[in-house]
């Protein structure tokens, strides 16, 4: 599996006792960067993204789970006589 890896200088900005970074305007745009970001520590450095704010209602939540078609023959039948 190749990466495509696409690299931009930028410089870190004193921000108060913290440090912020100016990331550029086609880069926020084309990754959809809004207000909230998620920062996550990987092996070789930071991974930034966008913060996924989109919540499928349960309509979508089946369409997703249906194009999954997974096989379900193996699933023992739940006795629903029972209480819980």
Known sequence: ??????STETNL???GKSK???IPEHILI?????EQIIIEEVDNGLLIR???TKKL???DTYKEMAKVE???????????????
């Not at 599996?1 to 696409?6: D, E, F, G, P, R």
């Open 1 to 6: 599996m190749k990466i495509h890896v696409m």
């Open 57 to 59: 209602s349960w309509k």
């Open 13 to 15: 900005i004193p921000i």
């Open 70 to 84: 997974e096989d379900w023959s193996d699933w023992h039948k739940f006795d629903d006589s029972h209480e819980i």
């Open 20 to 22: 912020g970074i100016r």
């Open 50 to 52: 966008a913060k996924d």
């Open 30 to 34: 084309k990754y959809q960067l809004q």
